[in-house]
């Protein structure tokens, strides 16, 4: 964590024992007393000396350690040797005090290579033992790993860890200090002529209220036309919104059209009525990340406005209040309703929906929310018609609160509420997405099985590189459940003015390089796009990131291919297929392990530019190959048999690849 590898104070050792004399005097040095947790980094939580990271005592399989630091993957803890260390051991072992038995492995690595492994662990597993020789290592890295099911639950202990050692040993930061680099803006300024970017698919079931439109860039004014509409919706030409109620299943094969005084745009797509919505990922806003609990009905509206002005036309189209909106009590007969901050909250979703955005809450399966607001325990079916009567769009459920009322952690037991939600939502005569939240572990393997319509598979992010990275890069595990209307959530996008979460507004602590990491990267994982920042104070960069229609489209591929990674030296390559036969590919410098070693040349290391390439028989592709810088928008030329290209620190070169005919 950022806060975590600023220099700062380290409380360096006196040595517990001696049992040598002369040059070759040897020493004890325990892992715990090797300072504060100031240059340690993970991403969750705080490291803690002698405590689990929960701040409880040590316990591994019911045993107490007096010892140790309580830490959480993905852990990084590096220390200078200077080559005067011997040995080192101890335990290592997934804390007792755990609700999920989360898998996770230890490592030790020393100048760079691998020198013990705990192999796959979890909670309740006995801890694993290790006697490692140094000799001879200059720098030694402490690596707690995520494996295969995220970082939520991953509470791990380093027990009893002793050094024998000759000289000091010193704490040194696991990743250096960012360079802010200037910001560049890489997305073309669009054209005025018309351009439609909607995507290819549209889902909507039959009797309930339909709201589109033709998301169209190009100067105004400008009219719109659609042909093949179903039976019961309509287009206004002047606005492109496309309302009513279809009345009739089908997969209707519907062109829409835009004209100004420069042209015209027109683009054939499908809307398919029938019981499938969100038939790609949703794109929107969530006040979360910038406004937490201070949530209100201006800044609501702010977004929405900003929303309409800049944004609809690319596609976003969600305006989404996270918690804090609810009410201290139910109504007699046990409504749910907004409080204080919403005096008008019906007035706030028509107004959303005359600009034809569209309307999210949300809620938990618990008694209280996670900001300790009322949850739908046992009201479900009441809320979810609620919701309906007021014009919600999107719903987000989040765990919290649940496991006071059920603590058996079994998978079965916590699909169960999400069920129960999902029948309730059915009842109801309105088209309603429905995300599964925050902290149901392995929800990917059950998300669809309990009705939702996509599903958070981590914890809440942070604008840290070490935070997107470990949530980011462990997708490829869950990829195989993304499909048409099923999504793998990693959580919003953490660019632009964020803050109060976090307690202080601040511009995005992530890069340029690192931002537009962030979005290729999602992009390419079909993830939900649902910007997390200060609507009304967007600056022309986090525009730039948001307005790209190339990047977009990728995220808004029909066919919803799984996104798969290759890891290479200096970085990953990550790419999915697209609808018409091409690749998306996202070619990004991240360094091994997530840690960066020569800390000495931080600063130069992060000046560098490294060098990836793809081999396009990774892709099916034989010969030679079309590639198109999507940030660009840009053709590069045509290449034979691979891709070569320099990529600058934490940055992507993200391209599309097209077999040559």
């Not at 309930?208 to 039976?231: C, D, K, Y």
């Amino acid at each position: 964590m950022r806060t975590n590898i600023l220099l700062g104070f380290i409380l360096l050792i006196s040595f517990n024992s001696s049992f040598a004399t002369g040059n070759s005097h040897l020493k004890y040095v325990w892992l715990d007393q090797l300072g504060q947790s100031a240059y340690y980094v993970q991403d969750w939580g705080t490291p803690q000396m002698n405590k689990s990271v929960l701040g409880t005592p040590l316990k591994v399989k019911g045993v107490v350690y007096k010892h140790g630091v309580g830490a959480h993957s993905i852990s990084r803890i590096l220390l200078d040797l200077n080559s005067k260390a011997l040995s080192v051991s101890g335990l290592a072992g997934a804390d007792d005090n755990n609700l999920f038995a989360g898998h996770l492995q230890f490592k030790i690595l020393g100048d760079k290579k691998i020198l013990w492994r705990s192999g796959i662990m979890k909670k309740g597993d006995a801890p694993k033992k290790f006697n490692v020789s140094l000799s001879g290592i200059r720098e030694v890295l402490f690596l707690v790993e995520e494996c295969g099911d995220g970082i939520m639950y991953d509470h791990a202990d380093w027990l009893n860890v002793r050094f024998i050692t000759k000289d000091k040993i010193v704490p040194i930061p696991a990743v250096p200090k960012t360079i802010q680099k200037e910001k560049y803006i890489l997305t073309p300024a669009a054209s005025e002529n018309p351009c439609i970017n909607n995507p290819l698919v549209y889902g909507a079931r039959k009797g309930n209220p339909f709201l589109w439109g033709v998301m169209t860039t190009g100067i105004r004014p400008m009219t719109f036309s659609a042909s093949g509409l179903p039976e019961g919706l309509s287009i206004d030409p002047n606005s492109g919104l496309i309302t009513g109620v279809a009345l009739k299943d089908g997969n209707y094969k519907v062109v829409l059209t835009a004209t100004n005084k420069k042209g015209i745009d027109k683009k054939a797509i499908t809307i398919k009525i029938g019981k499938d919505i969100a038939l790609t990922p949703p794109m929107g806003w969530n006040s979360w990340n910038c406004w937490a609990l201070a949530v209100d009905d201006s800044k609501v509206r702010d977004a929405a406005r900003v929303m309409h002005q800049k944004l609809y036309n690319y596609g976003w189209n969600y305006v989404n209040i996270d918690d804090g909106w609810e009410a201290a009590n139910r109504t007699k007969n046990g409504e749910i309703l907004a409080n204080e901050k919403f005096p008008d909250f019906r007035g706030l979703t028509d107004y959303i929906h005359s600009l034809g955005l569209k309307f999210g809450i949300y809620s938990s399966p618990g008694p209280t929310t996670c900001g300790g607001y009322i949850g739908s325990y046992q009201h479900e079916d009441i809320d979810a018609k609620t919701w309906a009567s007021q014009g919600v769009d999107y719903l987000k459920y989040d765990y919290c609160g649940y496991s006071s009322v059920q603590r058996n952690s079994e998978e079965k037991t916590i699909q169960e509420p999400y069920i129960t939600m999902r029948k309730a939502l059915d009842k109801v005569n309105r088209d309603i997405v429905y995300c599964i939240g925050y902290g149901a572990p392995n929800v990917w393997k059950w998300g669809e099985e309990a009705g939702g319509n996509q599903w958070r598979t981590t914890r809440d992010i942070t604008d840290e590189w070490n935070v997107v990275t470990a949530i980011g890069c462990f997708q490829d595990v869950c990829a195989k459940s993304s499909a048409p209307g099923k999504y793998n959530d990693p959580d919003m996008l953490v660019v632009g003015t964020l803050g109060k979460p976090w307690g202080n507004i601040h511009d995005s602590y992530l890069t340029a390089d690192e931002q537009y990491s962030h979005i290729s990267l999602w992009s390419i994982l079909s993830a939900p796009l649902l910007i997390g920042c200060d609507m009304a104070n967007m600056d022309d960069f986090t525009l730039n990131l948001l307005t790209n229609n190339e990047v977009i489209a990728v995220d808004q591929d029909s066919i919803v291919s799984p996104a798969k990674k290759i890891l290479t030296r200096d970085g990953q390559i990550w790419y999915k297929k697209l609808y018409d036969g091409s690749y998306a590919v996202g070619l990004f410098q991240i360094d091994p392990y997530y840690i960066l070693w020569n800390q000495k040349e931080g600063e130069k290391v992060q000046r560098c530019l490294y060098d990836l390439k793809i081999d396009f028989s990774a892709l099916g592709i034989k010969g030679k190959a079309k590639v198109r810088d999507l940030w660009r928008q840009q053709d590069i030329g045509i290449f034979d048999g691979c891709y070569k290209t320099k990529v600058p620190y934490h940055g992507v070169r993200f391209i599309k690849v097209t077999q040559e005919k």
